[in-house]
């Protein structure tokens, strides 16, 4: 069965400082993954998406993430953070073959952006 | 880009009461739409797979008899809680995926759901 850890529950940075988002996750064949932002009580907004290809992700709002076969990661990055981006992230692995479109979430980590 | 519309955006309603959410596509085609839920300052839990024409396949210990699901046409999704208590309580969160291949899936702003 897929898995996905995010280890960090809660990360604080000031604005303007780099952004790292971890996720670990567990998957028998090529994963297809995702980094979703939630802001409070509100829907999921894709951020990126990984199915192939280059492993060097490009999303929305600047963030991009690496997908990382050997360390089982996909881990989000910005390199200027804005206060808009506090909210909450989870990543997210979707499964293939019978199971195709299936989404197993993290458990999320919470941005805190400082001013 | 996708988008997916989710309504009613907030229900407040008595013990008892059934209560119906709706999901749409409202750009694209989608055979397939998820219902997750959410608890409080916890991830997202998938429900059930929502499959145009057919059944809905629900999760491990999610009762079909407690959430029906209809997925009567390829843009529109219902989830009806019936007879909800209390314990039904939460953020329900439905998503759709284009049938085209390779394609993420794009989620509605949810729907609070608080049972009195």
């Known amino acids: 069965a897929q898995s996905v850890t995010q280890p960090d529950i809660h990360i604080t940075v000031s604005e303007g400082a780099s952004l790292e988002l971890r996720c670990n996750y567990s998957?028998?064949?090529?994963?297809?993954l995702f980094w979703y932002v939630q802001s409070p009580g509100q829907g999921l907004q894709l951020l990126l998406k990984y199915f192939s290809g280059d492993t060097l992700v490009q999303g929305i709002k600047g963030f991009e993430a690496e997908f990382k076969r050997s360390q089982s990661s996909f881990n989000l990055r910005k390199p200027s953070v804005h206060w808009s981006d506090a909210a909450e992230y989870f990543c997210?692995?979707?499964?293939?073959?019978?199971?195709?479109?299936?989404?197993?979430f993290g458990q999320g980590t919470i941005l805190t952006v400082h001013p | 880009g996708a988008v997916v519309s989710q309504h009613p955006s907030r229900v407040i309603c008595k013990s008892g009461t059934s209560v119906k959410i709706e999901c749409r596509s409202l750009?694209?085609?989608?055979?397939?739409m998820f219902w997750y839920r959410q608890f409080p300052k916890q991830s997202l839990m998938l429900m059930a797979t929502s499959n145009e024409g057919s059944k809905a396949t629900y999760e491990q210990g999610v009762e079909k008899d407690k959430f029906l699901i209809n997925h009567a046409s390829l843009t529109l999704s219902t989830l009806t809680v019936t007879s909800a208590h209390p314990e039904d309580s939460s953020f329900y969160i439905c998503?759709?995926?284009?049938?085209?291949?390779?394609?993420?899936?794009?989620f509605g702003d949810g729907t609070r759901l608080s049972i009195l």
């Open positions: 998503s759709a995926r284009s049938d085209r291949s390779n394609q993420p899936q794009h």
């Open positions: 750009d694209f085609q989608a055979t397939t």
């Open positions: 997210a692995v979707g499964a293939g073959g019978t199971s195709y479109g299936k989404l197993t």
């Open positions: 998957y028998g064949a090529t994963p297809y």
